[in-house]
């Protein structure tokens, strides 16, 4: 079964800084997908970022990028020039294909004015 | 397109009723998937289709029951409700390769 692990549960950063949130996770398949879902107050999932296995570059998404180690299992989101709008609950994802999601526990994103 | 939607948003339930939770895709996904998400806690899996006619289960699928008769609709229903189904469920669907999306939720509390 694969894992997802958050390893901060609650982050903090001063506005138009960079913040970067962690995500280890461990499965023996060689082909998967990892996501960063971001969930505010009104608890929809919104996709921040997504990254496939096979492909060796970061994936970028405007002020969001990924740190992708395959090797090292760890697929962390760096947020650059943070804004009020950016705090929010952040979850790591594995996918596999088919068969559904595996969530990290998530981290909480504070932003300081 | 509409997306994921569910229905209904909010539900409070007695110990021991049943309930469906209802979610429909426009999307034309074959993938679905329902969640359910407790305080402290990501996102865990119920069940999950493929495809019309064919369901799996997830990591936590006792109390609940599903089908999926149509592409579009993927209904999860609950036998007979305990407090510890009191959660927020979200359904979602995705097709290979693809994101998935998800729906707004619907809050569920067993009293």
């Known amino acids: 079964a694969q894992t997802v692990t958050q390893s901060q549960p609650e982050m903090s950063v001063q506005e138009a800084e960079t913040v970067t949130l962690s995500c280890t996770y461990d499965?023996?398949?060689?082909?998967?997908?990892l996501f960063w879902y971001k969930q505010p107050p009104s608890r929809q999932m919104i996709l921040v970022i997504r990254?496939?296995?096979?492909?060796?570059q970061n994936a970028t998404e405007n002020r969001f990028s990924v740190n992708f180690q395959k090797a090292a299992k760890s697929f962390s989101l760096k947020i650059s020039d943070s804004q009020l709008g950016d705090a929010a609950m952040y979850f790591c994802?594995?996918?596999?294909?088919?068969?559904?999601?595996?969530f990290g526990k998530g981290t909480h994103l504070i932003i300081q004015p | 397109n509409a997306g994921v939607t569910q229905t209904p948003k909010f539900q409070v339930l007695k110990t021991g009723q049943s309930m469906t939770l209802q979610c429909a895709q426009d999307?034309?996904?074959?993938?679905m998937s329902w969640y359910r998400q407790d305080p402290g806690m990501g996102l865990r899996l119920i069940h999950y289709?493929?495809?019309?006619?064919?369901?799996d289960q997830g990591e936590v699928p006792n109390g609940y029951n599903v089908s999926r008769s149509t592409t579009e609709d993927f209904p999860l229903r609950l036998l007979s409700a305990a407090p510890s189904q009191t959660s927020v469920y979200f359904c979602?669907?995705?097709?290979?390769?693809?994101?998935?999306?998800f729906g707004p939720g619907t809050r569920l509390t067993v009293t």
């Open positions: 994802a594995w996918g596999g294909g088919a068969d559904g999601l595996t």
């Open positions: 499965t023996s398949e060689s082909d998967y997908y």
């Open positions: 990254q496939e296995a096979y492909k060796q």
């Open positions: 999307m034309n996904h074959e993938y």
């Open positions: 289709s493929v495809g019309a006619g064919i369901t």
């Open positions: 979602a669907s995705s097709s290979l390769g693809s994101v998935e999306y």
